[in-house]
């Protein structure tokens, strides 16, 4: 799928959702919107160039013991125009208490320094209960921002041209 404001929306009646298999291009805001919390599983997922990675804003009265697991995602964020201003955002939006996170065997990359959602990325990390093998790429210049240095321990942090190497490998590897 390409060039798509949200590429799922998670509804109030999908727990257990399962996305799996998918290759999602230029998504100009969440490549999975779950501001439901429901919990659900998404597996062998090429997101290739989202806003937000995934929304877990919630909105109504969600299920605040939601639980989401991720395995084999590379997910990378892009930058988009945002009230005048090219920015992206993280890899979860949040409000509120997130859901408890499951990552595994994944690569996040990330090209601008200039995010929405900040504040939260204390909040976002420490969500993350289970978390094994994973890599976040820095494909921007320089140093990553610092308060990419909270990522949890279960994430090599990896930068420059080496960055942008490893992105391409796992991207063509994922697509072949």
């Keep these: 799928m390409d060039r798509l404001w949200d590429a799922f929306r998670i509804g109030k009646r999908s727990q257990g959702f399962e996305i ?27 997101f290739d160039g989202c806003f937000v990675g995934i929304s877990l804003a919630p909105r109504g009265k969600p299920d605040r013991r939601a639980e989401i697991e991720m395995d084999r995602v ?28 499951t990552i595994r065997n994944s690569v996040f990359a990330a090209e601008n320094g200039n995010i929405i959602g900040a504040p939260y990325v204390e909040t976002l990390w420490k969500s993350v209960e289970r978390c094994s093998n994973n890599v976040f790429l820095w494909l921007g210049e320089g140093e990553p921002p ?4 909270l990522l949890p321990d279960c994430f090599q942090v990896v930068s420059g041209s080496t960055a942008t190497a490893v992105w391409n490998r796992v991207r063509e590897n994922w697509i072949n």
């Excluded at 805001?29 to 090429?46: A, H, P, Y």
């Excluded at 920015?87 to 859901?99: A, E, I, Q, S």
């Excluded at 610092?146 to 240095?149: H, I, L, S, T, V």
Aim: aromatic share 12%; charged share 30%.
């Design 74 to 101: 590379l997910l990378r964020l892009k930058a988009y125009d945002y009230k005048g201003k090219v920015r992206h955002g993280l890899p979860f939006k949040l409000r509120g208490k997130p859901p408890k996170l």
């Design 20 to 46: 799996r298999n998918a290759w999602v291009t230029n998504t100009r805001d969440d490549c999975v919107e779950n501001d439901f919390l429901m919990s659900g599983k998404i597996t062998n997922r090429l």
């Design 146 to 149: 610092a308060f990419y240095g």
